[in-house]
Structure formats: structure tokens, C-alpha cells
């Protein structure tokens, strides 16, 4: 080779030189353009706080943030950065096509390159073989966003939400068995919903169904749908459902469905709008038998359009809670179980009380942080005890009791189980941070069902009135949904008596309300206090414990 080199003539040396110098040059504008500070999520929101950004540009993946004296990048998906188009100037880049120029023609140079150096032949096959790794790397990388994944984890890794795994058994079964299910002509649900607030593992318990199944599992958030671009959403839709098909068969984990399935509208957008479309398009479009389960999570079912909630998309909905004392005792104990520590586990449960799964993780690895800091050999109680107000900034500060708030908030609640047991209305548990009443679609609503209700809402403030002699706060709400429920008795029902009969006020409906519970709590007074000394104990209480308890007195 350097034989080779030497003889070679001036002018052939020349070319090479210039050429090597152009290399070196695109190189040096390639780290220039690259110069960057990369930020994140939380930076790019204090530079936004602070009104430092005067310009923000889009190029490729990334999102560039110009202030006065430097310009940040973060990765586009990170944020949501269609915020910003409605504060700064805005400049959209194609930089697959800046990409793609400065490749061609590095190509073109390396080729013309060899060529002088060796042999015509050898530098066009090796330019052809660089071409076709350049069109095999642009379609790995146009296809990035919808490429499987395999999940390790584990229902042994989901600590509690028993009663949510058995739910997700028979979908787990169908997955590994599809065969069994089409011999017998059973339709299992083409979509499962997860339903809770933030933190209650909704995509823990999928990556975990897909990890107990072994098949591939396909990862999107709903807001990488939504895309400035007109279509592009839509677009994507599409290309997940035929990935997945292919690789069937397999999960579609859809976060936060609610950025693409808000009720459609006047205020919906029309990229929003089709995106959605798209998505009802597609399961509508393969069979139960196709191996493929999607699976969703929304903390806010309410704003969910009906077409997505309809049979035959997401039909099953299994709701997620805040944990119980059992649960996060499970999920300590977990936590727990590769770290030296002395403290009663018991104990550290009944002091997180109102702490989702993802605040007990943050916990744990705060106190371990904490005690690592003061030289400790193991975490001890002193060390949860002084990170606990550091893990709940941010959150609910109602969620986390003292030992006076628990029983009045236990006696609240215990005298809305026991009005809700004692009427029939359905619930599946009730405690001191949760309540679950099962909505049910009744296509008839009697006046007295209502009046019932009311009843129940009601009971809780009168229950601790009795109690403590006074009102509390954590009232509002279920007053407020009494007041609501009375005007629409008036207005909805009383409308068809008018002409014939005396109708109630709301105000009048509340107030005989108001008695006739006043005298069943009263009546039943021994068993309110059972129910709220369960409810202190274990946390919650199930209508069925509730049904034992009366049955005893009766």
C-alpha cells in the first residue's frame, strides 16, 4: 500500500489531498452543526418559565431552542413542544434532506477517492455496497418509532393488584395459545382500557402481560401521534398495526390514549381527528383470532370518545386504585428485599398511605440515598421518616393524614359504605384515599334510586357532624354532587308531575334527605363505628364485609 502510494504522480496526489481536505472539512462542519447542549425535559421548561427562548427551530428528531446567547436541543418526544408555537417564532428544518445532500456527496468523494487509489471496478463496488447500507440504515430509521421490544418483566415484579392479574390471565392464556381459544369459536376483547390516576402502574402491569405471554411488545405514547405534520399521525397508526400483525402475536401499548381519543368535536382538531379515525379504522379491522391485544392507559376516561368505548374496541376496563395497606406492604417488601435494612415494614406501610407504587419506588431509593449519605450500614425508619416530605411535593398533601385526620376521614367514609350497602348501591371498595361505586348504564333511572344516591353523598358530613360537632372540607365535593343530583330530580322528573301534583324544591329534597339519613345513621350506629374502626385497620372495607356486618345485627 505505501509502496503503491509513492508512486503515484503529483496530480493524482493532488486530488487526493483535496479531496481528503474536503472530508475534513464537512467533518468540522458536522461537530459545528452538532454543537449543542443537550437539555432536559426540566430545563427546557425553566427556559421557557424564565422567557429566555427567542426562537425555537425543528430539525429532524430534535428541538432546537435559541436564546440570546446559545442555543439548547432536546429530543422532539421528550416534551410537548407544540406549546412553544403559540410563544416563539418557529423554524422547521428538514434535516434528513441536509443528511442526506452531505451523504451523497461524501459518497461521491470517497468513491472518486478510490478510484484514483485503486482499481474503476473495486471503487464502484465498494461505493455500491455503501449506497445499500445507507438505504438499509434511512429505513431502520424511518421504522425506529414502531420497532418491538421484549420485555423481561414479570407479574412477580408487579407487586399486589392481585384481583387486576386475574383479570389479564385469560388474555395472557390467549397469547400463548390463540389455537385453543379459535378451535372453541371464543371472541376475547380486541382492546383492554387501564384505567388510574398517575403512578399506579398502568404500564408496568403491560410490559409485565407481554413479559408473561413472551411475544413482542410495541410501545407508544399518545402524543407521538399527534404531529404537526398533516397526516403523519394517521400514518403512524397505520404502520403499528401492520408491524405488529407481522409480528403476531403481540401487544400494542398505547400511553395516555387520551391525547388521540378526545370526543371528537368543534374544539378537535382535524390531524387530531383523523389520527383517531385511524385508530378505530384499524380495530375494526382484524379479526379476535389476528394474535394481536391492545392495551391503553388513560387517567381520564371521561374525555374518551364513545366510539373508542363502544363493543367490539374497549370492551374491558379494568380500574386501578391508589394501592391498600396489603398492597404497598407487598410492593415495600419488594422494594426492599436486595437492600440491608432494620425497619418494620408493616409500619412503613401504614405511614404511606395515599402513595401510588411509583412514590413508594421513589421512597425507597430516596432513604437508601439518604442513609449511603450519612455513612449508615443499614437503612433504618429515621432515614424514611426524612425523606417522606421529600417524596410528597407535588403531591395531593390531603392524600397523607395525621392520626386525627384518619378517623374523622374513616368515620366519613365508613357512613358512606354503610348508607351505600344499606340502599343497594353497588361499590366494590370504599376507604380512607379511595372510593369505587360501580357506574353502571341503566337505560331506566327511577326518582327514588336518585334520592338514594343523595343519601349516600350526604352521609359522610352528617356521620361526622354527629361525631365531632362540626363539618369538614373533605365534604365539598359530595355536597356539591347532592346539590347537582336534587336540581336534576326537579328539573328532570318533577317536570312530568307539575300539572297534576305538588312538586319538591331541590332545597326540600335535600332537606328530607338529610333526615331520613340522620335517623338510619343513628339506628345503626354500632355498626358505623365497627365500619370505621375496619376501615382504620385494613384501610378500605368491601360492600360484602359491610352486608356481613349488618347481618349480624339483623
Known sequence: MIRTFLNMDAKRLKTIALLFGILIIIIIIGIFKNNN????????KSLDKNGSITKVIIDGNYLYLNTKNRSYRIYKDAIDYKDFFDKYPVEIKDDESFSLSWSILLFFMIGFALFYTFSKKKAVDIFKTGKNAFKSGEVEEKNEYISPMKTDIRFKDVAGISDVKEELEEIIDFLKNPKKYKSFDIRLPKGVLLVGPPGVGKT?????VAGEADVPFFYQSGATFVNI???????????????AKKNAPSIIFIDEIDAIGKSRGAKQSDEREATLNQLLTEMDGFEDSSGVIVIA???????????LLRAGRFDRRIFLSLPSIDERLKTLELYLSKKSHTVDVRELAKMSIGFNFASLSTWVNEAALYAVKHNKRYIDASDFEAVKDKVITGKSRFLT???????????????KA???AWYDISFSKIGIAMQNFEVLDHNLTSKNSMIDKIKVYLSGSIATNLKYKNIYSNSLKDIGLSKDLADKIVNDFDLILRNDTKTESSEQILQTAKKET????????SVLNTITEHILENEFITQEEVREMLREIF
Open 297 to 307: 392507559a388513560t387517567n381520564k376516561i371521561d374525555v374518551l370518545d364513545d366510539a
Open 518 to 525: 340522620t335517623v338510619v345513621l343513628e339506628k345503626l350506629d
Open 418 to 420: 354503610l348508607l351505600a
Open 37 to 44: 447542549t443537550t437539555i432536559t425535559r426540566g430545563e427546557a
Open 229 to 243: 405534520y398533516v397526516g403523519m399521525g394517521a400514518k403512524r397508526v397505520s404502520s403499528l398495526f401492520q408491524m
Open 401 to 415: 393524614y395525621d392520626d386525627e385526620e384518619r378517623s374523622i376521614q374513616a368515620t366519613y367514609q365508613a357512613a
Open 204 to 208: 408496568l402491569i403491560a410490559k409485565a
